[in-house]
């Protein structure tokens, strides 16, 4: 061992296994300090963060090796879930030393610990992970000619677009808000029909935004949890959709918002729409519990302080039996009806009890089926309102929407290093149990961000919301942006994780922040040089087991160029990315005979095991 580092958790010399660990597993660690240092003992310092305790391991001397020394330790890791956070401390002879940590040495006893996630092993759906999601915003997707009825007699002040092809309005009315209360009237019905589409461009998920009755297009302030939105169909509508999806192995997960409410809904009934009595109308209401007041009525928890969106008291016990206890709580009722799985909405806000809770009763009604949490960062060490929290432990979330991913990606290819992503990427990989990390749903863009387009090609932002909302791409910059969306895309869908496309993607939509990212399909147009490199990704992401189930391996990560290798024991595939200006020519070790580019069938020779692959500017090939 003659490398310059002294320690190094990725690496398998320093430490095994790799990354988090299993209750109750052994880990070996391995360590060599400096031997200008001099040291002579050193000690492993651990901290349990959720049981607050601190640990100091001697670790055993194997004596001078290459004329330095290395300290070595077997440490079982908790018989419960922790977070462990650790450090080495080294000494010589006379008493003098200093810490060791991810900065390096220091002795102002100040440490950047490294972090050891510690989780319980549990079952975790095999089915997500490797397929391709597709992300719906059920009003904006499809609209059937028959659909297009006028509403009334629904939650709200609602109005319909004439047109498909209109701009969602954005706005404010003389109050200085955006109501988000115009429809384009896309249906579950008009989903099921575009499910042949789908199927093509390889979809294994569908991720619907809220589709329960509700005020406003989004529906995340929710009217009845009961009901799907009369202007989306009916929960006969909802089973059909399922069963369709089901009979072209695909699997459907719903969108739940289970920290808040709507104001004009069922339960608080701001506005008396509903007959039953609201928390809103009567202390006497069976939902008045739910909601806290201070003082009644007038005042009230929000979401954020949005009076429209009311927040809910999870630890209220008819709260908890109606979203997830019950025989027939909304959690099971539509895991019944169809549903694979749930994907929380911001799960800061929810206890870890309470998404525990829906963890077992998930478990319990539908076996197999996947929850995913809406968290934006690193989810292994999320602090949320002070508490640090427990996602990935085991008894919590599948996996989560992958929000550093994208960040890392864009950052790349808007002109930043490859080695900054992959540090972005290992940390994730590091720190997340391998099935969590597996789960993942990774993304170029949201409902709640600007399409991926529009990011890619745009030279600056406009300031005004009237700028942004007139704005579209030069055909210089639309040139620009589908070149960098393909390469996003090639990484997307070979990368660790579910690859997840907000719908339109696929076909060059545009447009910035919300409403204007939430346009509608549109059927017959589109982008014709996206959608069969969106297909061709798709189905060699179905056909190839290790971009579905493969360990991630990087081969060059230096300024513009990323490459990286997903492998199984069978196979191997080489994702190879030129993001820069200028065309590169690099040489990687190859032991096969040739090499292949599975999208263009471009064949590469091999001379003497080594690779010779230009790679031009904006380019990216997919090789095996």
């Not at 580092?5 to 299993?22: I, N, Q």
């Not at 969106?534 to 391996?553: D, H, K, T, V």
């Amino acid at each position: 061992m003659s490398e310059p580092f002294v320690f190094d958790p990725r690496c398998s010399v320093c430490k095994s296994p790799f990354g988090a660990v299993p209750c109750g597993q052994s880990i070996v660690f391995h360590c060599r300090p400096l031997s200008s240092e001099g040291f002579s003992h050193c000690a492993l310092v651990l901290h349990h963060e959720f049981s607050d305790r601190w640990e100091e391991h001697a670790l055993f001397c194997d004596g001078p090796e290459a004329e330095r020394v290395r300290f070595s330790l077997v440490l079982t890791a908790p018989a419960d879930p922790e977070l462990v956070w650790y450090h080495f401390r080294f000494w010589r002879d006379d008493g003098t030393g200093c810490d060791l940590d991810k900065t390096g040495y220091r002795s102002d006893g100040l440490t950047a610990d490294w972090q050891l996630t510690v989780y319980r092993e549990s079952a975790v759906p095999d089915w997500f992970g490797p397929g391709v999601t597709y992300q719906i915003f059920p009003d904006r997707f499809c609209r059937l000619a028959t659909d297009a009825a006028k509403p009334g007699g629904l939650v709200g002040n609602r109005w319909l677009h004439s047109r498909w092809s209109d701009l969602p309005e954005w706005r404010p009315d003389e109050d200085g808000e955006i109501r988000s209360r115009d429809f384009f009237g896309g249906t579950l019905p008009g989903i099921a029909s575009k499910l042949p589409y789908l199927a093509k461009l390889g979809v294994t998920t569908l991720y619907l935004n809220p589709i329960f009755e509700s005020a406003s297009n989004h529906r995340y302030n929710t009217a009845d949890y009961r009901h799907i939105d009369p202007m989306l169909g009916t929960e006969e509508d909802f089973r059909a959709l399922c069963e369709q999806a089901h009979c072209l192995g695909m699997r459907i997960i719903l969108d739940g918002v289970f920290n808040h409410t709507g104001s004009q809904s069922l339960y608080f009934n701001a506005d008396g729409f509903y007959p039953t009595v609201g928390a809103a109308q009567s202390q006497n209401s069976p939902y008045y519990d739910w909601y806290s007041f201070h003082p009644w009525p007038e005042d009230y928890d929000a979401w954020w302080g949005i009076r429209t969106l009311p927040a809910v008291r999870e630890d209220c016990p008819g709260y908890v039996t109606y979203m997830v206890d019950g025989p027939d709580s909304v959690i099971r009722h539509w895991l019944r009806a169809g549903a694979d799985g749930w994907r929380l909405d911001v799960a800061d806000e929810l206890p870890d009890w309470f998404i525990a809770k829906i963890r077992t009763a998930m478990e319990e009604t539908k076996p197999g089926s996947l929850l995913i949490g809406e968290v934006w960062e690193d989810a292994s060490s999320k602090i949320a309102y002070s508490l640090r929290r427990r996602y990935l432990l085991g008894s919590e979330l599948h996996g989560v929407m992958n929000y550093p991913f994208r960040s890392a990606l864009l950052a790349y290819l808007q002109g930043g290093d490859a080695n900054l992503f992959r540090e972005a990427m290992e940390t994730l990989r590091e720190n997340y149990p391998p099935a969590a990390y597996f789960s993942a749903m990774n993304f170029l863009g949201t409902h709640d961000t600007p399409r991926i387009l529009t990011v890619l090609g745009t030279d600056h932002v406009p300031e005004s919301k009237e700028g942004r909302a007139a704005y579209r791409l030069s055909p210089d910059q639309r040139q620009r942006g589908v070149a960098r969306l393909k390469l996003a895309a090639l990484v997307l869908f070979s990368f660790p994780g579910s690859p997840t496309v907000y719908y339109g993607d696929e076909v060059g939509m545009e447009g910035f922040e919300d409403p204007l990212n939430r346009g509608t399909y549109p059927w017959g147009t589109g982008s014709h040089d996206l959608l069969p490199w969106f297909r061709s990704l798709g189905c060699l992401r179905r056909e190839r087991p290790s971009l579905q189930r493969g360990g991630i391996r990087y081969l060059n990560t230096a300024g513009p160029i990323l490459i990286f290798a997903r492998e199984t024991e069978e196979e191997r595939t080489v994702t190879a990315v030129n993001a820069g200006t200028e065309a590169r020519t690099l040489e990687l070790p190859w032991p096969e005979a040739a090499a292949r580019d599975l999208l263009t069938g471009q064949v590469f020779p091999v001379v003497n095991g080594i690779l010779s692959l230009p790679l031009p500017p904006c380019f990216g090939y997919l090789l095996a």
